[in-house]
């Protein structure tokens, strides 16, 4: 049984190393791609992956366990102003560097729902101390940083037009 595991763990594997392989500009390859660039059948991918959704989350498992040791951090800073700033500047140099975890917190409820009650919990204390508008919630926190992850890319200088965008966004929350 164990060796059935190691075997479906090692083909898991190969199939998001080659997966990352072929992603370009962001894009997830199909089911079918794949299977012929992993050399196995399509069958095989669909019993590792149940969508394109699910194969787009195992692409970025480990840039998804960096945001989540961000929000912790966040969590767990007690300068309320420092800890949202540090939070929403480290979420938008994440999906600026890789935007495929852009799409994942775009495109899945489950993937950013885990983590909503905890960025909640960032931005409830921001109002609370009202370092932040109180018309600011956690959807407009996820869809800032995708924003400017989009409207970053756009430009010849992604990482400088995000780091401004930045500045001009915390200004325009603040109350």
Do not use: W
């Not at 370009?24 to 050399?39: I, R």
């Amino acid at each position: 049984m164990a060796s059935k595991r190691s075997d479906a763990k090692q083909n898991r594997e190969h199939l998001l190393a080659v997966a990352r392989a072929l992603a370009k500009n962001g894009e997830v390859p199909s089911f079918n791609e794949l299977a012929k660039k992993a050399e196995v059948g399509v069958g095989t991918v669909y019993r590792h992956f149940a969508d394109q959704q699910a194969l787009l989350a195992g692409m970025v498992e480990e840039q998804l366990e960096d945001f989540r040791a961000l929000i912790e951090h966040a969590v767990e800073n007690e300068d309320v102003t420092a800890a949202l700033e540090a939070l929403f500047r480290g979420a938008v140099e994440l999906v600026v560097h890789r935007p495929l975890v852009a799409k994942v917190l775009a495109g899945s409820e489950d993937e950013f729902r885990s983590m909503e009650a905890k960025v909640e919990a960032v931005v409830a204390r921001a109002k609370k101390a009202k370092v932040i508008r109180p018309d600011v919630g956690v959807s407009d926190f996820r869809r800032l940083v995708c924003g400017i992850e989009l409207a970053a890319r756009v430009g010849p200088q992604p990482r400088a037009a995000a780091q401004r965008y930045v500045e001009i966004v915390l200004s325009g929350i603040r109350p």
